[in-house]
């Protein structure tokens, strides 16, 4: 099919037929501002702030609904359709609370973009605000204030199309329009967390991360989801070197614009349990603190005294280099069998692979199978990253075999069956790489720092 | 004037229905096997000849409506006839329900036949309980009869025709929105494209038309179109109904030939004139959206044109009269308590701003506005819409912005007096009272 050519703004454009003139618009590198209109949802064209003047149509169109024909010209900053989106600001703002100050949107909301790119000064609205509810619990997740609220549809959109759980639909008329949780009950997708980063207004908050920070003071670092192969892209909000919430990135081949809300919680396993922060050796039977150097000699010793009857398991929820190392080792030992252990996770046909691994597809290109193998006949075994604590036989071999080597970040029941453990780090805390279930191979970064003298694997 | 009415003919007095024997002896669902013995393109054509426009306030040529549907996509098509009558100042539709609804049934079957659906739609507004025991009672009749169903006229074509009643919105009245309706859902008006031609009912292409629209489409086929543009002009074909309520002594509905019929002969012959002996005010002539004319500006035919060149709608020939007694602020306060209630509240200018205008106009009428809030609330006005604006999906914000700045334009005097006499009259007649609690009415 032959492409379209149309003029925005003076400049000419080629898009692909079946374009909207939105869609023309940001293809230039430009945007309209927009509401209701999402790249990843259904046109809803009700937020009214997307309008653009066509040359030969009357009236301003809403740029989110108006296909692109050949040799139309566009003008999205003609006086005509600022004065048309200033007057739709207008509007949105004055039943709106002044509430900024204790918005968890604050800095990241598309009303306070606007309003600072084309909004007034002041307000000609002198009446009572019409007052709606506040701090609504749609789940355990998710939390609704519909004075905030724009009514845009998004977060309706994406249960409806998206996640396919029809849960949200608006209630009542006109400005006391409300979004509200279908039958009265809670929001059940595993995927309504995606209506908080869909909602342009601080309308759905996620209930974890309400109140906890400024979004100004995050340090916002990208990189990859650790809960599952899909290698969801993720941006990393951290401040006091906590991590304080997990949200999607774009990326049209991995995830779009989405996230499964279990893969929004995997950061809370790095403060939970006891982090390990020092190399231990066994010492007379307890297990006592001690140098890298002294561990690393340890180690060294430990696993050249096993050699062939050496038995590695690697975790596949380690990057490709500290894999890569870690065989490396064995290679080097001669250890006569290596896997890592499985684990599982949900499974459906949106994101969630089912595969609890993020680095599986990399662990198996580096020959690094699925599945602990057999502890029977062997001296010794250097655990990299996996425990066996949810094995209660392999946990009991490990008490019969001459040296156990740990490398992990957490105090586990294998851990302290273990003659030398060395602290490590979790995927926030190391840069490194995932390959993801289609074998893309996509870069981890370190947003906190690890505890105490806890290093990287592959340091 | 001296015209034999068409629609109305042979209709008996209001409270009464004609049956399927009466319609038959009166020449009922000849236009039917006429229209059934044509091709369906030709009697498309046969209505865009005859001129017809939409008679539910819009006035787009029917024919030319009707030849949107596209051919050969494989999907059924539809037919939905707008009875929802949601407009204020309109009840000219149920006339046609109540008292001669086998010819709205009728003109669903020729129309169905034109457009190549087998199944119609008669949305019907809630409120309309008689329209809808009369149009469902002669349902029962056709169907009994074979004019509607399985086998139409024995013909061996299918069409059914069904009543869906609506729940009291008026933006259910908006074509699209009662799509939305009809399929369940809540009743929002839908973004264009696609046009309901091409995707309406459950995406598939469907045809919108009033319930007077479709009556003259049996009356086209029936008498044919020469016949048909003997009333009206080239600009508005055929007869229109017309509803005359307000300040008149006798309140009602008259079928009229537009181009003879004058909007001050509509009042003073056919609703018996300006109730006791005051003078006309004003008039709103197409129903409570369009823009209100002064009594100086009524002496124009009943047809769209005139009527728009005079600075207003014929719209659903709804005609509001209101007699020299009337303060226009508190004829604007209950049309914009109206729209902001009636608003579905989907786009951003009228949920926020019918809200807004009615708090405005409220103000001055409860005497608590300035001389600067008549002019806010014209500013306000326009940033909400206004004709040509395109700041919605439909009509509805336009509809509250056309009174209120055509209002403010011809009677500023009422706005200015409230403002100064501490209050519209009815609000200091109801304050001494002691009844002035608020602004309901």
Redesign the interface.
């Known amino acids: 099919m032959s492409m379209v050519k149309l003029t925005i703004d003076g400049c000419e454009v080629e898009v692909q037929p079946g374009s909207t003139v939105i869609q023309a618009v940001r293809a230039m590198g430009a945007d309209v501002p927009h509401y209701c209109w999402h790249p990843g949802l259904s046109v809803s064209g009700n937020c009214r702030i997307c309008l653009v003047e066509v040359e030969g149509m009357p009236t301003v169109q809403i740029s989110c609904n108006l296909g692109v024909r050949d040799g139309m010209v566009v003008h999205t900053q003609s006086a005509k359709a600022r004065a048309a989106r200033k007057d739709v600001m207008e509007l949105l703002l004055i039943n709106h609370p002044l509430d900024c100050p204790i918005c968890d949107q604050a800095g990241e909301c598309k009303l306070q973009e606007y309003s600072f790119e084309f909004g007034s000064d002041g307000s000609r609205f002198a009446f009572p605000k019409v007052h709606k509810q506040k701090h609504v619990r749609f789940s355990e997740k998710v939390t609704f204030d519909a004075e905030r609220c724009i009514l845009c549809t998004r977060c309706v959109r994406f249960l409806d199309e998206v996640a396919g759980a029809d849960e949200l639909d608006i209630v009542n008329r006109g400005d006391r329009n409300e979004i509200a949780v279908a039958r009265g009950g809670e929001l059940e997708s595993p995927y309504q967390m995606n209506v908080i980063d869909v909602c342009p207004v601080g309308a759905l908050t996620s209930t974890d991360f309400r109140f906890k920070s400024r979004v100004w003071f995050l340090k916002q670092t990208r990189s990859v989801c650790p809960g599952c192969s899909r290698g969801c892209n993720v941006t990393v909000g951290a401040r006091w070197n906590r991590l304080l919430r997990l949200v999607p990135a774009e990326n049209a081949a991995v995830n779009r614009w989405w996230m499964c809300d279990d893969g929004r919680f995997t950061y809370k396993a790095v403060a939970a349990g006891e982090r390990l922060g020092a190399p231990l050796v066994r010492r007379g039977g307890a297990l006592e603190e001690t140098t890298w150097d002294e561990a690393l000699a340890a180690a060294v010793d430990g696993l050249r005294k096993c050699g062939v009857d050496l038995v590695g398991v690697i975790s596949a929820r380690l990057t490709n280099e500290e894999i890569h190392l870690a065989a490396s080792v064995l290679d080097e030992v001669g250890a006569r069998a290596r896997g890592h252990v499985s684990r599982t996770c949900a499974q459906d046909d949106l994101l969630r692979t089912g595969d609890g691994n993020p680095n599986a597809a990399g662990a198996a290109l580096m020959g690094v199978p699925a599945g602990v193998p057999s502890l029977d006949g062997a001296k010794g075994a250097f655990l990299c990253g996996d425990d066996l604590d949810g094995d209660a036989a392999a946990l009991a071999a490990l008490d019969g075999l001459e040296f156990v080597l740990y490398a992990g970040t957490h105090e586990t029941a294998t851990m302290r069956r273990a003659h030398v453990v060395l602290p490590g780090v979790t995927s926030f805390e190391k840069d490194g790489s995932f390959t993801n279930v289609d074998g893309r191979v996509q870069r981890v970064q370190s947003v906190v720092a690890a505890p105490g003298d806890a290093l990287p694997d592959w340091k | 004037m001296g015209l034999s009415p068409r629609l109305l003919a042979h209709a008996p007095p209001i409270g009464g229905r004609q049956t399927l024997d009466e319609y038959l002896s009166h020449g009922g669902y000849e236009g039917l096997k006429k229209a059934l013995s044509m091709k369906p393109d030709d009697v498309t054509q046969m209505v865009l000849e005859a001129g017809v426009r939409g008679r539910g306030g819009a006035g787009f040529p029917a024919g030319r409506k009707w030849s949107f549907v596209p051919k050969n996509t494989g999907k059924p098509v539809y037919l939905a006839c707008n009875a929802d009558e949601s407009e204020p100042g309109c009840f000219k539709d149920r006339q046609i329900m109540e008292r001669v609804p086998h010819l709205l049934i009728e003109g669903c079957l020729v129309a169905c036949h034109a457009i190549g659906a087998e199944t119609a739609y008669i949305y019907i507004r809630g409120e309309y309980p008689q329209a809808i025991a009369a149009v469902e009672a002669a349902l029962d009749e056709a169907r009994a009869k074979g004019h509607v169903g399985a086998n139409v006229l024995g013909r061996g074509g299918r069409c059914d025709v069904w009543v869906h009643q609506g729940a009291g ?1 008026y933006v259910c009245g908006e074509e699209t929105g009662l799509l939305s309706s009809i399929e369940g859902g ?1 009743g929002y008006p839908r ?1 264009k ?1 696609p046009f309901p031609a091409v995707e309406g009912l459950w995406g598939c292409p469907t045809i919108i038309n009033n319930v007077e629209t479709l009556a003259n489409a049996a009356v086209i086929v029936r008498d044919g179109v020469e016949a048909f543009r003997s009333a009206g002009d080239d600009d508005t074909t055929g007869t229109r109904l017309v509803g005359i309520s307000g300040h008149v002594e006798k309140p009602g509905d008259v079928e009229i030939d537009p181009a003879t019929t004058t909007i001050r002969e509509l009042i003073e012959v056919h609703a018996g004139g300006v109730w006791k002996g005051r003078e006309l005010k004003a008039v709103i002539p197409g129903g409570s959206s369009v823009p209100v004319m002064p009594a100086a500006a009524i002496d124009v035919p009943f047809t769209y044109g005139a009527v728009q060149a005079a600075g207003s709608l014929a719209g659903a020939a709804g005609v509001i009269v209101l007699d020299e007694t009337t303060c226009m602020v508190d004829a604007l306060v209950n049309l914009m308590q109206f729209y ?17 205008l009615e ?1 405005l106009v409220t ?1 001055i009428w409860r005497g608590e506005g300035t001389l600067r809030d008549i002019d ?1 609330l014209d ?2 006005a ?3 819409g206004g004709a ?6 439909c009509f509805l914000a336009d509809s509250a912005v056309m009174p209120t700045k055509s209002f403010l334009k011809h009677f500023r005097e009422d706005f200015v007096k409230a403002v100064e006499e501490g209050g519209s009259p009815v609000f200091r007649a109801r304050r001494k009272r002691g009844a002035a609690a608020g602004a309901g009415a």
């Open positions: 919105a809540r973004i494209p902001h209630h009636e608003s579905c509240g989907q786009c951003t200018p009228c949920r926020e701003g019918t809200g807004w708090k103000r806010l500013s306000v326009d940033t909400v040509q604006q395109g700041k919605t999906i």
